[in-house]
């Protein structure tokens, strides 16, 4: 398999960590939007990451979906997250929250590097989400080391992919004092070794033209 997309990106990270986890051996293309955009199209026509190309030559887009084709590999017993019933709506509930989040941070980041702007209104709308969904997430979040269990699952993997891109591309948006169970579970999964087996500074260049 080959993993196409930057591990900047939490949505190209999630997958990186879950592959880990599950052992999946893969080669990885850090190839970005802006200048390898026609590589990248070669697989997938949006010219977005993370892509994953399967031994086939088969090309899975967008991270959820990737994630339930890896999943089906792995099988019930090994996949991270439960097959059905309510764990598995709460696990689903807490990705949804965190890569929405992970959204609003990169249009942030698109208002003001790539766009060279930072329209008050928009600003605020999105700084507001982001401490809407960590408000709601410090909430939910229990003492244990990992959100459902003792081992993580792809709630415990977006959450922490998620609180290290704002944490590194939006200085002073997560504040650990007013979300601390957040801070700490950003920290276990730092501390994990498939987490930090696949971390890159972040940076973005943007577009010429």
């Avoid at 086939?56 to 590999?73: H, K, R, T």
């Avoid at 949804?96 to 941070?105: E, R």
């Avoid at 992919?161 to 700490?184: K, Q």
């Amino acid at each position: 398999m080959i993993l196409i997309g930057q591990y900047d990106s939490p949505f190209v990270r999630r997958v990186a960590v879950a592959l880990r986890l599950y052992g999946m051996p893969y080669e990885h293309r850090p190839w970005s939007v802006f200048g390898d955009a026609e590589e990248i199209a070669r697989y997938n026509p949006l010219r977005r990451v993370p892509t994953l190309v399967l031994d086939d030559g088969e090309a899975l887009v967008e991270s959820s979906a990737i994630l339930d084709w890896l999943d089906e590999q792995a099988g019930p017993e090994r996949a991270l997250i439960a097959p059905s019933g309510p764990q598995r709506r709460a696990t689903l509930k807490v990705c949804a929250l965190a890569t929405g989040m992970g959204d609003k941070a990169v249009s942030l980041i698109y208002e003001q590097v790539v766009h060279g702007r930072g329209t008050p209104a928009w600003v605020e709308r999105c700084r507001t989400q982001i401490a809407g969904v960590l408000d709601a997430l410090e909430a939910s979040r229990g003492e244990g080391t990992w959100w459902f269990g003792e081992r993580p699952t792809h709630a415990d993997i977006a959450v922490g992919c998620v609180l290290r891109f704002i944490g590194e591309a939006l200085p002073g948006v997560f504040d650990p004092a007013r979300w601390p169970r957040l801070a700490a579970h950003g920290a276990a999964c730092e501390a994990h070794p498939d987490f930090a087996a696949v971390v890159q500074p972040f940076h973005v260049t943007p577009p010429k033209g």
